[in-house]
């Protein structure tokens, strides 16, 4: 089975910046997509960005472009989302998931219907 494991959230107050990492214990695909979403309490689960673990091509919502940006230690299994200029809208628990085949590029909108792997996700708290 493939094993999810995020690490690297907390607490950090407005404007302030966080890391937040993804190991991946295997992947399934020669190249696939690993994506994070968030969660805020009562709302739907939306996307954040997403990354090929071939060419490291990377992907994102329009609304967090430019504050947020997705990489990968490949070596590693290990994807990143570097998080700047935090908003208090920004407070969610943040998941991994992987699994999920490249079609010629990667799906971070939506609920992330086709990953296929998630991890238990890591809080992000963000503070006025």
């Known amino acids: 089975s493939v094993q999810v494991v995020e690490s690297g959230g907390g607490s950090v107050q407005a404007g302030g910046s966080l890391r937040v990492a993804c190991t991946v214990s295997?992947?399934?695909?020669?190249?696939?997509?690993v994506g994070w979403f968030r969660q805020a309490p009562g709302k739907e689960r939306e996307g954040v960005a997403a990354?090929?673990?071939?060419?490291?091509?990377?992907f994102y919502v329009d609304s967090l472009k430019g504050r947020f940006t997705i990489s990968q230690d490949k070596a590693k299994n290990t994807v990143y989302l570097q998080m700047n200029s935090l908003k208090l809208e920004d407070t969610s628990m943040y998941y991994c998931?992987?699994?999920?085949?490249?079609?010629?590029?990667?799906?971070?909108?939506?609920?992330?219907?086709?990953?296929?792997?998630w991890g238990q996700g890591t809080q992000v708290t963000v503070s006025s």
């Open positions: 295997r992947y399934t695909y020669t190249n696939e997509c």
């Open positions: 990354i090929s673990t071939e060419g490291g091509y990377t």
């Open positions: 998931a992987a699994g999920s085949p490249w079609v010629g590029r990667c799906l971070v909108a939506g609920i992330g219907s086709t990953y296929a792997y």
